[in-house]
Each structure stands twice: as structure tokens, then as C-alpha cells.
């Protein structure tokens, strides 16, 4: 991989390239001290680059509506951005002065125009009613990617100078520490749910930080532009910021000043309405029926996930429960709830609030339940930037509600309802609710595609109105390996192909105008097959951990220093290590490849959670810490670095198709994810230059 998080050749100094990779990789004694100065300023680049791509994924998702089931091309393009950036920086001219111009363009048009992306048709489910504005998604998306590529540009571009002045490990060492600092700043204001105006002010005070001389107050209009705009956003009244979403709350009060209801938006999107909760029972049926249906039941502990505002807790509670789990990954959501809910049901001591994440929940609690209700839990957002796995994803596969029947007491049902939208969406739930508890379960379809499946742990303490009667072919379960609840299977959606083929397209047209004629890059083709397979196996394993230890944004972050810190580690072994020959290390690869296939991840479910998290990160792990070995003793072989832009510039391109390939996912599952990695090592093995498998 060719960013943050894989040496660069790009940088080697002019000279002999196997007395460069000498000083810089095999014998420290030859390392020329860093300067400080340099240090810094590559520091402050890295970590601005890096906190500047998180909020953009956030913010852009939250303000272009249905972005954030598309927050993987924001990815992309910080990608694309931080290699161009890179190649930039061997021009006499420089991008860095326009970047903070470009980002107040974007921030203030993004605000000023709201867009819809287009989610028309049922091969892919969005939870929303919303028509479609502005502009249609196949050239909305384009344009996102290009505006976010040229602005993180930028400070690549600083970080890539302050390359050429270190030896390159020695600067690839700061650039992760710079790395470190930005997702851990970014996760620190998530933590505290600073608004995005505070995302704007550190972006800002970053660009003003590193750009110098005249073009500075550039910087500084442009940011106070960016601020000001930031600013309204969050004086807005009803607006604030949880982990995953920008939330927005709207009042109605009664004429005698009692609050009537409370609606809350998530991303720009109808989300939740609170109301009080006998009002709920009379209007929308589906809230009662999974008490009609599992008549007797004694209520005496029951789990909500998905619990939200608190309307399901409410319901639960006037039906008599006894005492009540309720669970939501959400912690403003939850918060809203407990202190604007007309019914106070968080105020009750029969009530237990949890922060996390359902199957997680379900994955370390031992209690029984007379009641599992999964209450609306449905997805406006992808987990992250770099993944199809959305908040809810492994909360609705086969394994799942097995997990589910087997907290059930003797007398115990189990309950999901929504508005689900497609018929074939309600069958498949009512198969995969078949399949887990061995009959066939009550559903209910209360409205144009609104529905409530209900399955007792015994059928006899089941009362359905009518039998179950698919309204067509039932779609097999989504697995814990293939978890697309919403995906009705077939071919790719066409709007993910179109877009992801304009990325390459833009992607390939951008590092042949700064890298050069793309010939000059055949004697490194091995780099791009590098970079696809490193960026897959990355994405595989962000899924891997949310399945093992949930979809909540701690985990997310995590993962994400984890790879940094254990890709520092690699490049802390090369260059002080005598590392195996290229050979060994790549058959090193492969033999982590295959345990980590063989080793299926839903085995590791039933672990304590310290045995877990280590299995967990020496299967994701050990793979990325020795292709980053191979990365730097690649590096190491090149004869010419004055070839090193055509290096990086196919690795670019392969680390970019790498991106795209985890769409594929949808076909082949997450786990035969690692065969397409094995393969792509393979040919990167394979197409090494023979010179380069004997000197390293």
C-alpha cells in the first residue's frame, strides 16, 4: 500500500539505491540525524492528513443525503489525494495554497445545495422515504471524489517534502506517529461528540500552520469561510453530533405547553418520532403484536435492541415487563431519549441502559430473556469509510438469531419489526427466523412493506393470526460471512460498477499526469498487485472485527490504529533488523493467509474476551506486519530511484483497485476475500523482478 501506511520509494535520495535501502533500512549506524524542524512539520502534515480524511467521511456523509452508504468513495478519494500529493511534491509548483480554497468550496456548496443521492429501486435497501434533489449520484459522486482528492493533496504534499529531506524510513516512521496523532485527536472529539465546527477550527488552524510566506492569508480566509459556515451549522437549533450521525431534533408542543412529540433526523433522514407511548400502541399497530402473538408470556426480563429514544422501552414497560435491557449503539440517540421521551422510561428502575453494539451485547451477556425485541434497528451509514458493513449488518444474519434463541427462557419469544419496504425483504427475516428456531415464525404485514416477525423458543407459545405465506421465492439467510441483509443478490447494483469504474478512471487519468507515461511503470507491476492486496486485506479485517467485537465507532478506531501502529512496527524491524530474503517473507504471507482462512472467525465468538482479542489481532495482523516487511525489502531492490513516481504511481493504482474490489464481497462473501488477497501476493511475487528477489 502506497500511502500512509507503506514505505515509499518515491523519496529515496539520488545515489546508489542498494547503499539508500543500506542506510536506511539495514544498518543504523549510516541513519543521518532527522532534522527536528523537518520532523515536526512532516508530524503536523501526516496527522493533519489524516484527521482531515476522518472528518470529511463524517461530514460529507452527514450532509449529502445517502453519502454515507457511499462513504467508501470518500476513502478513495483521500486516497488518490495523498498519493497525488506525494507526486506533487517532486514539482517545482505546489497544490498545498489551494487546498484549505478547495475544502471552504466544498464545505460552504455542500451546505448552501443540499443533494440527494439517488436509492432508487430494491436491489439495495435505504431506510427512507426521501425524494431525490440536486444533481443524479453518477455525477455527484465523481465530483466528491475529485474535490476530496485535491484537498488532502495538500498536506500529502507537505509530508512527501519533508520525505526527501530524512531518510526514508526514518520519515515513514513520523508519518505513522503523524498518522497516529490524527485518528487519535479525531476519536478523542468523537469521544466527547464535539461538534463539526471544532473539526473545521483544527483543520483550519492546520492548513494556516503549514502553508507559508503570502499565500497564508489565503489560508486564513479560506478556513474562516469554512469556520463561519461550520459555525451556523452548529448553532442550528436542535443539531448536535453523536459517534455516527449528525442528529436533529424537532418539538411539537401542545396547546398547553406539554410536549406532544419530538422527531429526530439522523443524517438529513427521518429517523425516529417520540410520542407518548399509548398514542404509538392506537396509531401503529406493529408495536403490540409481539405481545399478541406470544400470549402468557411473564415479561419478567426483556432485551431491547436497538432501544433508541426510549418508545419501544415505554411500550414494553405499560405491558407490564418487569425489568427491561434496553440496548442501542447510539449514545446521543439514547440520551435524547432519557431526557425528552414524554414517558421517561430511561427514569424507571426497571430499566437497564446499555451503550453497544446488539450482537456484541448478545455475544457477552449470559442472562435469559422472556423477550428479545430487535426494535427498528436499521442502518443510515456504513460502519466506516472502507467497508459495506452497515451499523446493524451482523445483527440480522442466521447465526445472530440463533445467538438470540439461545437467550430465550423456556416460555421465550423473540420479536423484530420495521418498515422493511420489499416483500422479499420480509420473507427472507422470516426464513432466516425459521431457520433459526427450527419453525416456521407469525408474520404480520401491517402495512405497505411494514411487517413484525415474531418466533417463540417453543411454536406451541406461539399465537399467529394466519400462517406464514412467502410472497415469492425466500432468499437464503445472510451469514456472518456474508452479511447483506439488503442485498437481493444477482450481479453488483449497477450505480456501485459505474462509479466505481469513473474512480479508477479518474484515479488512472490523475498519476499518469503527475507520474508520467504509464510504460515507465511495467518493471513495477509487482507494486500494484502489493497495493490491491494490502488495501483488500484491510478492509477484511475491519469487517472481521466488527463481527468479533461489534460495529461501534470504538472499534472502528481501533482497528484503524492498530494497522498504523503494527505497520510502524514492521518498519521499526527493517531498519533494524537483518529481515529473511523476499522469498521467505512472501511464503511467510501465504502461511498467515491460510490460518487466518481456515480459522473462521465465528469460532473465536465463543471466547472470553482477552483469548478473542489476541486470536483476533494475530490473524488480522501478522498478515499486514509482513507484507509491510515485503514493502520496504521491495523498495530496497530498485536500481534507479529516480524511477521511484512511476513506483508509487502504480501502487497507487493497485491499492485503488484494491479499494474497489471489496464490492466483490457481495458475491463472494468477507472469508474467500483472503483467497483474492492470497492471489493478488501471488502475482506480486511473481511479476518481482528477478534482481530484486536475490538482493533483498
Known amino acids: 500500500m502506497a500511502d500512509r501506511t507503506s514505505p515509499r520509494i518515491a523519496d529515496a535520495p539520488e545515489g546508489n539505491a542498494r547503499s539508500w535501502f543500506r542506510r536506511s533500512a539495514g544498518d543504523s549506524r549510516d541513519v543521518v540525524p532527522a532534522d527536528r524542524a523537518v520532523v515536526v512539520r512532516l508530524v503536523a502534515g501526516s496527522a493533519l492528513m489524516l484527521f482531515l480524511e476522518l472528518a470529511l467521511i463524517r461530514w460529507l456523509g452527514a450532509n449529502v443525503v445517502h453519502l454515507s452508504y457511499f462513504s467508501n468513495f470518500v476513502l478513495l478519494g483521500s486516497f488518490l489525494g495523498i498519493g497525488l500529493g506525494f507526486l506533487i511534491a517532486r514539482k517545482s509548483w505546489s497544490i498545498l495554497p489551494a487546498a484549505p480554497v478547495i475544502l471552504a468550496i466544498l464545505v460552504i456548496g455542500v451546505y448552501l445545495e443540499p443533494v440527494t443521492i439517488d436509492r432508487a429501486g430494491d436491489q439495495i435497501i435505504y431506510f427512507t422515504s426521501l425524494e431525490t434533489s440536486g444533481p443524479p449520484a453518477w455525477a455527484v459522486l465523481p465530483l466528491i471524489f475529485i474535490l476530496v482528492a485535491a484537498v488532502l493533496a495538500g498536506p500529502a504534499e507537505v509530508v512527501g517534502r519533508c520525505f526527501s529531506k530524512l531518510t526514508p524510513l526514518t520519515a515513514y516512521r513520523w508519518d505513522l506517529v503523524g498518522s497516529v496523532i490524527g485518528i487519535a485527536s479525531f476519536t478523542a472529539l468523537s469521544f466527547v461528540r464535539a461538534p463539526s465546527v471544532v473539526w473545521g477550527l483544527v483543520v483550519a488552524i492546520g492548513f494556516v500552520a503549514l502553508i507559508r510566506r503570502w499565500p497564508r492569508i489565503l489560508a486564513v480566509v479560506a478556513g474562516g469561510g469554512m469556520v463561519a459556515i461550520l459555525l451556523v451549522e452548529t448553532l442550528t437549533s436542535g443539531v448536535s453530533w453523536s459517534p455516527y450521525y449528525k442528529v436533529t431534533t424537532e418539538e411539537n408542543y401542545n396547546a398547553d405547553g406539554s410536549l406532544n412529540w419530538v422527531n429526530i433526523a439522523v443524517n438529513g433522514v427521518p429517523h425516529q418520532l417520540m410520542r407518548d407511548a399509548n398514542l404509538k400502541l392506537e396509531e401503529e399497530s406493529q408495536y403490540g403484536l409481539p405481545y399478541e402473538r406470544s400470549p402468557g408470556n411473564p415479561l419478567g426480563n426483556v432485551l431491547i435492541i436497538g432501544a433508541g429514544s426510549g418508545s419501544d422501552v415505554a411500550i414494553a414497560l405499560s405491558k407490564g415487563a418487569q425489568h427491561i435491557d434496553a440496548v442501542d449503539i447510539d449514545p446521543r440517540i439514547l440520551q435524547i431519549g432519557a431526557e425528552q421521551n414524554p414517558n421517561q422510561p430511561y427514569s424507571d428502575s426497571r430499566v437497564t441502559r446499555y451503550v453497544n453494539d446488539g450482537r456484541a451485547f448478545l455475544q457477552t451477556t449470559d442472562t435469559k430473556y422472556d423477550l428479545i425485541l430487535f426494535a427498528l434497528p436499521d442502518s443510515l451509514a456504513l460502519v466506516t469509510g472502507a467497508s459495506q458493513i452497515r451499523l446493524e449488518s451482523f445483527l440480522f444474519t442466521e447465526q445472530a438469531l440463533a445467538s438470540a434463541r439461545e437467550h430465550l427462557t423456556e416460555q421465550g419469544t423473540f420479536a423484530m419489526y420495521n418498515y422493511y419496504r420489499e416483500d422479499w425483504l420480509i420473507d427472507r427475516l422470516a426464513g432466516t427466523a425459521q431457520a433459526a ?202 536500481e534507479d530511484p529516480a524511477d521511484a513516481p512511476s513506483a508509487f504511481g502504480i501502487n497507487l493504482l493497485g491499492a485503488m483497485l484494491g479499494g474497489c474490489l471489496e464490492y466483490f464481497a457481495l458475491l463472494t462473501g468477507y472469508r474467500n476475500l483472503l483467497i483474492v488477497v492470497a492471489v493478488l501476493y501471488g502475482l506480486a511475487f511473481l511479476l518481482t523482478p528477478k534482481r530484486g528477489l536475490v538482493t533483498v
Open 437 to 638: 428456531f427450527g419453525h416456521a415464525p407469525c408474520v404480520d404485514k401491517v402495512g405497505a412493506g411494514q411487517a413484525v416477525v415474531t418466533a417463540s423458543l417453543d411454536e406451541a407459545n406461539q399465537a399467529c393470526g394466519t400462517p406464514w405465506v412467502p410472497a415469492g421465492a425466500v432468499i437464503a439467510p445472510a451469514t456472518d460471512d456474508r452479511p447483506f441483509l439488503y442485498y437481493q443478490g444477482g450481479a453488483i447494483p449497477p450505480i456501485y460498477l459505474w462509479t466505481l469504474a469513473g474512480v479508477l478512471l479518474l484515479s488512472l487519468i490523475g498519476v499518469r499526469a503527475l507520474g508520467g507515461p504509464l510504460r515507465t511503470m511495467r518493471p513495477y507491476a509487482d507494486l500494484f498487485f502489493m497495493g490491491a492486496a494490502f488495501l483488500l486485506l484491510e478492509t477484511k479485517n475491519i469487517a472481521t472485527f466488527a463481527l468479533l467485537f461489534g460495529t461501534t465507532w470504538v472499534v472502528n478506531a481501533l482497528v484503524f490504529g492498530g494497522v498504523l501502529i503494527i505497520v510502524l512496527a514492521a518498519v521499526e524491524t527493517t531498519r533494524r533488523l537483518r529481515t529473511p530474503p523476499l522469498p521467505v517473507v512472501y511464503g511467510a504471507i501465504a502461511a498467515a493467509l491460510a490460518v487466518a482462512y481456515l480459522v473462521q472467525p465465528d469460532w473465536l465468538l465463543s471466547w472470553p474476551f482477552v483469548p478473542r482479542l489476541i486470536g483476533a489481532v494475530l490473524l488480522a495482523f501478522v498478515p499486514i506486519y509482513l507484507a509491510n516487511i515485503a514493502f520496504a525489502k521491495r523498495f530496497g531492490a530498485t
